[in-house]
Structure formats: structure tokens, C-alpha cells
């Protein structure tokens, strides 16, 4: 049988995650202090002790998911489990596939941090003025509805929701 592991993507974050990992495997801290380093801040602090504002940020968010998921391969490994051995398949959800990535080797953890951060930083500049609260979707505002394009024919919808292909 086929075994794969998958990482999960923004929104599962939480403040305090990876914590116990980290306090009782010094293989799971290693990751927490590369990302740290990587990143030239206590990302670590802002993962363990929030605010929970600041940590849900996107740039803050993608880097820590991809941390914490990184700190559980390496406390795994550190029991024994191979990935190479034991896993045929790594995948992730957005940003889980770099987490996927660095897990199997094809990006270093730094590496991996960096570039969460710098798609996080973009993710956050891309958003829509009308998107700029948290939530995943609310409707537009009415100064923004008025800006739709005119189609001839087509409804527009008046509600904006994320999606990741």
C-alpha cells in the first residue's frame, strides 16, 4: 500500500502550534530556529505566543504552517520514520506544496520560508480593497459593485471568494 503525506494550507493556524513539538525535540526547534534565521525575526514567538492578528497575516501564516508542518517530519524522523522509505507521495494544499517540497527534500526549509514570505507579502498586496478584512468572503461594498464591468448579458455576482487552483 501506498502511503502520502499532505500538508495542510492557510486557515489551519493557530497560536501555540508546534510548540510541544519543538519543547520536546530538539530536531522540531532546529526547524523553528532555521526559519527564524531564515527570515531575520522570532517567527517562533509569534507562532507560540501570537497575537493571534498578527500570526493570521498571510506573510506570517504560510511560513509558519510550512514551519510547524516541517518540525512534525522531523520529530517523526527523529523517532524512526523514514519519509524516504516509507512515503510514495507528498502533496499540500496552496501553500502545503511547498511545505511538500521541503519535506521531500527539493527545497531547503530556509529556502522555503522565504519564499512563503514573499508570496504571503504579495497574497496580502493583491487583495481586492473590498477584501482587505479577514474573512474569506463578504459581499462588495456598493461604491465597489458600481465599478463592475457592464457585460451584456451576464449576471455578475456580487460576493468575491477565494480559491486556489
Known sequence: MAVAFTFPGQGSQAVGMGKDLADAFPEARRVFDEVDAALGEKLSKLIWEGPEETLTLTANAQPALMAVSLAAMRALEARGFSLKDKVAYVAGHSLGEYSALAAAGFVS?????????????????????????????????????????????????????????
Open 109 to 165: 526549509v530556509g529556502d522555503a520560508a522565504r519564499l512563503l514570505r514573499t508570496r504571503g507579502n504579495a497574497m496580502q498586496a493583491a487583495r481586492a480593497p473590498w477584501r482587505r478584512s479577514s474573512g474569506w468572503s463578504r459581499p462588495m461594498s456598493k461604491r465597489h459593485a458600481r465599478k463592475r464591468p457592464k457585460a451584456p448579458s451576464a449576471r455578475l455576482p456580487t460576493t468575491m471568494a477565494a480559491a486556489s487552483w
